[in-house]
């Protein structure tokens, strides 16, 4: 007898790595297909994590996209693991995942990433900050609060 599976979370979070590396590097999914020898479609379906990805094949892209396999299944740290923790960390970490796939996100990636100067980051994240919160922001005291820590 010969079970059928079905792509799953750690499917479509895959994929998602593999679209934001992708993206990344800018490289074309026609161009990462013809790369691992398959059509674009299917490229496109491991992103959405509609097909899972072999071993095999995700080494190739691995080794493609310039990244050890791993890179593929990393997450943010969970910190100490409560029960149910690893979900919440896994779905954060998915969210990001699509977020950086995005053009803005990318682009914000990118930009974010030229800023040299740690005061101009941490000022950067505190407006962000303020802005997704509603709030005005506000002339900064030279403190910085704990959760604006750079990753």
């Known amino acids: 007898m010969s079970l059928k599976r079905s792509p799953g979370t750690v499917d479509h979070y895959v994929g998602a790595r593999v679209k934001?590396?992708?993206?990344?590097?800018?490289?074309?999914?026609?161009?990462?297909?013809?790369?691992?020898?398959?059509?674009?479609?299917?490229?496109?379906?491991?992103?959405?994590?509609?097909?899972?990805?072999?071993?095999?094949?995700?080494?190739?892209?691995?080794?493609?996209?310039?990244?050890?396999?791993?890179y593929f299944f990393q997450q943010e740290d969970a910190g100490e693991g409560g029960e149910g923790e690893g979900q919440e960390t896994y779905a954060a970490s998915k969210a990001l995942s699509e977020f950086l796939?995005?053009?803005?996100?990318?682009?914000?990636?990118?930009?974010?990433?030229?800023?040299?100067?740690?005061?101009?980051?941490?000022?950067?994240?505190?407006?962000?900050?303020?802005?997704?919160?509603?709030?005005?922001?506000s002339a900064s005291t030279g403190t910085t609060p704990d959760d604006m820590t750079p990753a």
């Open 101 to 137: 796939s995005t053009k803005e996100g990318l682009a914000l990636n990118r930009a974010f990433s030229k800023i040299t100067d740690m005061d101009v980051r941490l000022r950067f994240v505190q407006l962000v900050k303020s802005i997704a919160e509603g709030d005005q922001p």
């Open 20 to 70: 934001m590396r992708r993206r990344l590097i800018g490289m074309s999914q026609e161009k990462l297909a013809e790369q691992i020898g398959v059509a674009f479609q299917q490229v496109q379906k491991y992103e959405k994590g509609t097909n899972r990805i072999g071993a095999s094949r995700l080494m190739k892209i691995a080794e493609v996209l310039g990244v050890s396999p791993a």
